[in-house]
Nanobody
Framework: QVQLVESGGGLVQAGGSLRLSCAAS????????MGWFRQAPGKEREFVAA???????????DSVKGRFTISRISRDNTKNTGYLQMNSLKPEDTAVYYC?????????????????WGQGTQVTVSS
């Protein structure tokens, strides 16, 4: 059974940094992409960033481009950890952040078609 477990959320002041982690296990993840999404109170879920499991390609929403960096490491094809390094955080970045995984297709790099989701981790940025 596929499991995605996020960690690293918390409270940070504006301008600060956080690094989110996503531990993925339960299947072979070669040819999969991983994405990060966020949902603020009263708003729809928003795509943040995506990376291919090879790490060769990344894509970012305009709202985070230049501030966030997505990456992943692979210990083997069945255990992978993804990261979202968030710098220069703003109060509008406050949300629950989710990681997700899906068999690679170009649409995943735009935020569509993910099959597996984590439970989310809260990020709060104070002004």
């Amino acid at each position: 059974q596929v499991q995605l477990v996020e960690s690293g959320g918390g409270l940070v002041q504006a301008g600060g940094s956080l690094r989110l982690s996503c531990a993925a296990s339960g299947r072979t993840f070669s040819n999969y992409a991983m994405g990060w999404f966020r949902q603020a109170p009263g708003k729809e879920r928003e795509f943040v960033a995506a990376v291919t499991w090879s790490g060769g390609s990344t894509y970012y929403a305009d709202s985070v481009k230049g501030r966030f960096t997505i990456s992943r490491i692979s210990r083997d094809n069945t255990k992978n950890t993804g990261y979202l390094q968030m710098n220069s955080l703003k109060p509008e970045d406050t949300a629950v952040y989710y990681c997700a995984a899906g068999y690679y297709a170009p649409t995943l790099m735009r935020g569509y078609g993910y099959d597996y989701w984590g439970q989310g981790t809260q990020v709060t940025v104070s002004s």
